[in-house]
């Protein structure tokens, strides 16, 4: 985030926590201020309320982001959908199924053939 005031923020987060205030008013209070969503989940990781590999889950999944679940969940299946189907992407999906990786041919400026293309793909 690039707020001057991020790290008082992230005190006065840990103030609140320690007065008891729970995760999902937490993250309401932070939404109020003006976090959006992926600096909620930077600021879940930097407070140790969950890992890294829990953040994005607990925030995705909270009161306050609840709205926008859906929104964010046709977004990623659109954008996986799209990278799916280009011929020049080669995409995997890992065994479990949680996290799928897109390879992107880089262009080799030496290339002089026919084959290369003009110009990279569009993400």
Known sequence: MQRPDYQDLLAEARCRLAAGTDVEELLEWLKELGFHQVDCIFAV?????????????LVHYSRAWSTTRKQSEELHEALFHELVNDPD?????????????????LLDPTATDSESPATPPQL
Do not use: Y
């Open 89 to 105: 992407l080669d995409v995997r999906i890992d065994p479990d199924g949680k996290r799928w990786t897109a390879a992107v041919p």
């Open 45 to 57: 990781i930097q407070l140790e309320l969950a890992p890294q590999s829990e953040a994005k889950r």
